[in-house]
């Protein structure tokens, strides 16, 4: 996704309108306004989106690490 977006927004900066929004009609007669401002918005979107993923990834892994138990210390209720 991150190199696909890269790739729209590097082709939308290389146009001669990079600035200026590009208008795209579709079939049913609506238009939309596409610019490549709006390919850095999905690019922060994305880039906010492996962030959260990663983020996520430490906390479970941290969340495992304070679950299994330590070979240092014994049993609170068994050893003394």
């Keep these: 996704m991150l190199f696909e977006v890269a790739q729209l927004l590097i082709h939308f900066l290389h ?16 238009a939309s306004w596409v610019s490549a401002a709006d390919m850095m918005n999905l690019m922060a979107l994305v880039l906010g989106m492996f962030g959260a993923l990663v983020f996520l990834t430490l906390s479970l892994w941290l969340l495992f690490r304070t679950t299994i138990g330590s070979s240092e210390f014994g049993h609170a209720e068994g050893e003394r």
């Design 15 to 30: 146009a001669p309108q990079a600035g200026v929004p590009a208008i795209q009609t579709t079939g049913a007669g609506t």
